[in-house]
């Protein structure tokens, strides 16, 4: 016999498949619910037998109040019929709903059939947001990807897809909202986003993926359970933009200017030299001395001589996808909880690096007592308290990477000519968030009138109270404006206050040599480093260990304490390239990936 457990919205049902003969299986099990009985024969009825005769019969044990099942199939025998059998003996289902901002959700998820000639599986589940969108300029979409464990939940592995491309055979949009899927080149995961033009919220049943089990080294004789994980992410497009935000005479503080004046540069696909920011903060002497070079689609001139030394900095120009939100505390806690213990360990943040405390701090409600699973009383919310190491933990788990300097102004800016002392939303007018309406449970709002930002250090009335940061997205109405909803041009939200981001630097040799490399969904397993990620060209890495450390990295767009508007001005580089590895309840992100 082999066990297959399926995680339903009902409760958890044993199943147990073995085959009695060369034409036969026999399915026997538990079940918490006539639903989860007739869910099974469902799910087997959708197999390629040719004849299947079900013959069951229900005993209820009032004592435990379950309904035990006996299921027998008889089957016609054809080519490939074996390999059905094994399928069935393999797999699990699992069905783990994950809501994250703006109602995200993955539901009903199934493992739905399987090849074991071919080594692959059907992933199947449903699929919704809200407020999404398409048109003629960008376009907003979820990066799905799968973990799967074969040892009960203990330790979790990164999936690997069948095939790259859009649209790739054995994949299948699903009903609904008509939209494509855009299998990444590593296959590490996929974009589901819009076909055409539109907008409002996207909901698609049996959307389809396939998963290449064999690649990953598994067996048709294994106990899988697997966890579908999305994350909303907006796509900017390939185009020309500013960096800096200078007149000619004034210019937010350390911004990047041309030369010795105090102009913004235009990033384009022809080379620009003497690249430099006024000296002061912690960038470096060439940066701050003869500059540097960008190139829009060659890369970065590290030492302003005319030749390109890293054509792979990521320096936004190219297209690539950028995270709507911050991370919330549900993705957070969603990432944390598949850690191994001595990972999760390692990644604590309510540790005494970081809140020092399980209650709630400064609005931060992630708790952990050292065993078992973390939790969070509100999913929505920004995530403080995340160091660059962090920040670059949950980016490889996802299999994404972390957002350059230069993306971050792109994101906000898009193409249009700067502002002096802009914000993200492209003007210089700010109000502070002081009020709450509604329970913060996802749904609640900001009552204060004209509000587009989290800063001030406010005590909020209303709601949780407290001071710290708010929900994702809070400011952003069906009706706002992109002043009003305090958002980037291309709809990435909260990339002023809330919480300060950490971002790949230009201003110095360590961010410099950032490639632009996507996590590969795995963390490092070596003793005493667990947990950390392993890309050899994030800022912080040492061989061996991962990325232990933040030079090369630094923090954008100011936070929820930030008392002085400076801070929250989107070229404004005090904190840039400031070497801070540690975790301040200020303190979150977002991660990227290059688009293909």
Same mark, same amino acid.
């Given at each position: 016999?082999?066990?297959?457990?399926?995680?339903?919205?009902? +409760?958890?049902?044993?199943?147990?498949?073995?085959?009695?003969?060369?034409?036969?299986?026999?399915?026997?099990?538990?079940?918490?619910?006539?639903?989860?009985?007739?869910?099974? !024969?469902?799910?087997?009825?959708?197999?390629?037998?040719?004849?299947?005769?079900?013959?069951?019969?229900?005993?209820?044990?009032?004592?435990?109040?379950?309904?035990?099942?006996?299921?027998?199939?008889?089957?016609?025998?054809?080519?490939?019929?074996?390999?059905?059998?094994?399928?069935?003996?393999?797999?699990?289902?699992?069905?783990?709903?994950?809501?994250?901002?703006?109602?995200?959700?993955?539901?009903?998820?199934?493992?739905?059939?399987?090849?074991?000639?071919?080594?692959?599986?059907?992933?199947?589940?449903?699929?919704?947001?809200?407020?999404?969108?398409?048109?003629?300029?960008?376009?907003?979409?979820?990066?799905?990807?799968?973990?799967?464990?074969?040892?009960?939940?203990?330790?979790?592995?990164?999936?690997?897809?069948?095939?790259?491309?859009?649209?790739?055979?054995?994949?299948?949009?699903?009903?609904?909202?008509?939209?494509?899927?855009?299998?990444?080149?590593?296959?590490?995961?996929?974009?589901?986003?819009?076909?055409?033009?539109?907008?409002?919220?996207?909901?698609?049943?049996?959307?389809?993926?396939?998963?290449?089990?064999?690649?990953?080294?598994?067996?048709?004789?294994?106990?899988?359970?697997?966890?579908?994980?999305? /994350? *909303?992410?907006?796509?900017?497009? *390939?185009?020309?933009?500013?960096?800096?935000?200078?007149?000619?005479?004034?210019?937010?503080?350390? &911004?990047?200017? #041309?030369?010795?004046?105090?102009?913004?540069?235009?990033?384009?696909? #022809?080379?620009?030299?003497?690249?430099?920011?006024?000296?002061?903060?912690?960038?470096?002497?060439?940066?701050?001395?003869?500059?540097?070079?960008?190139?829009?689609?060659?890369?970065?001139?590290?030492?302003?001589?005319?030749?390109?030394?890293? #054509?792979?900095?990521?320096?936004?120009?190219?297209?690539?996808?950028?995270?709507?939100?911050?991370?919330?505390?549900?993705?957070?806690?969603?990432?944390?909880?598949?850690?191994?213990?001595?990972?999760?360990?390692?990644?604590?943040?309510?540790?005494?690096?970081?809140?020092?405390?399980?209650?709630?701090?400064?609005?931060?409600?992630?708790?952990?007592?050292?065993?078992?699973?973390?939790?969070?009383?509100?999913?929505?919310?920004?995530?403080?308290?995340?160091?660059?190491?962090?920040?670059?933990?949950?980016?490889?788990?996802?299999?994404?990477?972390?957002?350059?300097?230069?993306?971050?102004?792109?994101?906000?800016?898009?193409?249009?000519?700067?502002?002096?002392?802009?914000?993200?939303?492209?003007?210089?007018? /700010?109000?502070?968030?002081?009020?709450?309406? +509604?329970?913060?449970? @996802?749904?609640?709002?900001?009552?204060?009138?004209?509000?587009?930002?989290?800063?001030?250090?406010?005590?909020?009335?209303?709601?949780?109270?407290?001071?710290?940061?708010?929900?994702?997205?809070?400011?952003?109405?069906? !009706?706002?404006?992109?002043?009003?909803?305090?958002? @980037?041009?291309?709809?990435?939200?909260?990339?002023?206050?809330?919480?300060?981001?950490?971002?790949?630097?230009?201003?110095?040799? #360590?961010?410099?040599?950032?490639?632009?490399?996507?996590?590969?969904?795995?963390?490092?397993?070596?003793?005493?480093?667990?947990?950390? &990620?392993?890309?050899?060209?994030?800022?912080?890495?040492?061989?061996?260990?991962?990325?232990?450390?933040?030079?090369?990295?630094?923090?954008?767009?100011?936070?929820?304490?930030?008392?002085?508007?400076?801070?929250?001005?989107?070229?404004?580089?005090?904190?840039?390239?400031?070497?801070?590895?540690?975790?301040?309840?200020?303190?979150?992100?977002?991660?990227?990936?290059?688009?293909?």
């Amino acid at each position: 016999m082999t066990k297959m457990w399926q995680e339903m919205g009902n +409760g958890i049902t044993l199943f147990q498949i073995g085959r009695c003969d060369k034409h036969n299986i026999l399915v026997s099990g538990e079940a918490h619910s006539m639903t989860t009985v007739k869910y099974l !024969i469902k799910i087997i009825a959708k197999s390629s037998f040719s004849r299947i005769i079900i013959n069951y019969n229900f005993q209820l044990t009032m004592i435990i109040n379950m309904l035990y099942i006996t299921i027998k199939y008889n089957f016609n025998v054809f080519d490939g019929f074996k390999k059905t059998v094994f399928a069935v003996v393999f797999f699990l289902f699992c069905l783990t709903p994950h809501s994250y901002a703006n109602d995200l959700r993955i539901e009903n998820v199934v493992i739905d059939s399987t090849d074991s000639e071919q080594k692959v599986a059907d992933i199947v589940f449903d699929l919704s947001w809200e407020n999404s969108w398409r048109n003629m300029t960008n376009w907003d979409a979820a990066w799905i990807f799968v973990k799967y464990s074969t040892d009960a939940g203990l330790t979790w592995s990164h999936a690997t897809l069948k095939t790259s491309g859009t649209n790739p055979s054995g994949f299948d949009s699903g009903d609904g909202t008509k939209t494509d899927i855009i299998v990444s080149s590593d296959k590490k995961g996929c974009f589901v986003q819009r076909s055409f033009v539109g907008s409002g919220k996207v909901a698609i049943s049996e959307l389809r993926l396939l998963w290449d089990w064999g690649t990953d080294g598994l067996k048709a004789q294994d106990s899988v359970r697997i966890k579908v994980f999305g /994350v *909303e992410m907006v796509y900017i497009p *390939e185009k020309s933009f500013y960096i800096g935000d200078g007149n000619n005479t004034t210019e937010s503080q350390y &911004a990047f200017h #041309a030369g010795a004046t105090n102009a913004a540069v235009q990033i384009t696909n #022809a080379l620009v030299g003497n690249i430099r920011v006024d000296a002061g903060a912690s960038d470096d002497a060439q940066i701050t001395g003869s500059g540097i070079g960008i190139d829009g689609d060659g890369g970065v001139d590290t030492n302003n001589d005319g030749n390109i030394d890293n #054509a792979n900095f990521p320096v936004g120009y190219e297209a690539f996808y950028a995270m709507k939100y911050e991370i919330t505390e549900g993705q957070w806690v969603d990432f944390f909880n598949t850690l191994n213990q001595n990972q999760r360990d390692v990644r604590d943040i309510t540790s005494s690096s970081g809140k020092n405390s399980d209650a709630v701090v400064d609005r931060n409600t992630v708790g952990w007592g050292g065993l078992g699973d973390a939790s969070t009383q509100r999913t929505d919310r920004a995530c403080g308290y995340l160091s660059w190491m962090d920040l670059c933990a949950y980016a490889d788990w996802a299999a994404l990477r972390p957002l350059t300097e230069l993306e971050f102004e792109k994101a906000a800016r898009g193409s249009n000519t700067p502002n002096l002392n802009e914000y993200a939303w492209g003007s210089d007018s /700010v109000v502070a968030a002081r009020a709450i309406s +509604g329970s913060e449970d @996802g749904t609640e709002t900001i009552s204060t009138s004209g509000a587009n930002c989290c800063y001030d250090n406010v005590a909020f009335s209303g709601g949780d109270g407290g001071n710290g940061p708010v929900r994702a997205g809070i400011f952003a109405t069906e !009706i706002s404006t992109r002043e009003d909803a305090g958002a @980037g041009y291309y709809g990435v939200m909260e990339l002023s206050g809330n919480l300060s981001e950490r971002c790949v630097t230009l201003g110095n040799s #360590a961010g410099r040599k950032f490639a632009g490399s996507n996590g590969d969904g795995a963390l490092n397993l070596q003793s005493g480093f667990e947990g950390n &990620a392993t890309n050899s060209d994030w800022p912080g890495y040492v061989e061996s260990q991962g990325v232990v450390g933040a030079a090369g990295s630094g923090l954008k767009g100011g936070n929820w304490q930030d008392t002085d508007v400076a801070g929250l001005q989107l070229s404004y580089r005090g904190k840039a390239s400031q070497n801070d590895d540690s975790r301040q309840s200020g303190f979150g992100g977002r991660c990227a990936r290059t688009a293909q």
